[in-house]
């Protein structure tokens, strides 16, 4: 079973401090995905990364892919109240399975106070 | 361009009733996947129709059932409803199937089954 374990499940933290969330798995993934979801939404996509040791930035957000392409980070610099949300990983596997289905991760559950 | 829309927006049932839910694409996507997602928690994938044939399955029980029109607009059907039926659904449109492939997701349907 391909499972994508995020840690930590919660976060609460003050504006301007800087927070890393964690997607791992012992499954490879041929892609990897970081979505963050509001109250009443559907989650929006952030990033994708494809490749083994692939890092991307988005402003205040960098995004890494592990060299084994089994796990996954996500670092904010400078959090916001706006990052509030639910921050979620999930991955294509790339192997034992329809590739059209992606797993996602169990959660990270952001809120930064003002 | 308009978004991926669904309805009803809540919905309340009992246990052992039916449930049909129904997700509008997204102009030019022909693919649409279900979700499930339990309070706190990420999403879990249902099931995933291409050009109105199911292109892909969780594992989710045979009483979870869909169907993709020729407009690409899809519904997700669920008999005899349980207690832990009780979730958000969601539906994600792409332009293909894939895991890797952009999906864009609806605000979602909150089922409540009492």
């Known amino acids: 079973t391909q499972l994508l374990e995020q840690s930590p499940q919660f976060l609460s933290i003050q504006e301007g401090e800087n927070l890393t969330v964690y997607c791992n798995s012992s499954?490879?993934?041929?892609?990897l995905q970081w979505y963050r979801q509001e109250p009443g939404e559907g989650p929006v996509l952030l990033v994708t990364?494809?490749?083994?040791?692939e890092v991307k930035k988005l402003k205040r957000l960098t995004f890494q892919f592990g060299d084994a392409r089994k796990d996954s980070s996500l670092h904010i610099t400078a959090a916001q109240p706006g990052d509030t949300g639910l921050y979620l990983c999930a991955g294509e596997p790339a192997y034992g399975g329809a590739t059209n289905k992606l797993i996602f991760g169990t959660g990270t559950l952001l809120a930064v106070q003002p | 361009e308009t978004g991926v829309t669904q309805s009803p927006t809540h919905l309340i049932k009992t246990r052992g009733q039916q449930v049909t839910l129904r997700c509008s694409s997204q102009?030019?996507?022909?693919?649409v996947s279900w979700y499930q997602q339990a309070l706190g928690q990420g999403p879990q994938f249902i099931f995933q129709y291409y050009r109105e044939e199911e292109n892909g399955r969780g594992n989710f029980p045979p009483r979870f059932s869909g169907l993709q029109f020729p407009n690409y607009s899809s519904e997700l059907n669920v008999n005899a409803l349980e207690l832990d039926d009780s979730a958000l659904y969601l539906c994600?449109?792409?332009?293909?199937?894939?895991?890797?492939?952009?999906?864009?997701f609806g605000p979602g349907t909150r089922l409540l089954v009492l």
């Open positions: 102009s030019g996507h022909n693919t």
């Open positions: 990364v494809v490749t083994g040791g």
């Open positions: 499954s490879v993934f041929s892609s």
């Open positions: 994600a449109s792409s332009l293909s199937p894939g895991g890797s492939e952009t999906q864009y």
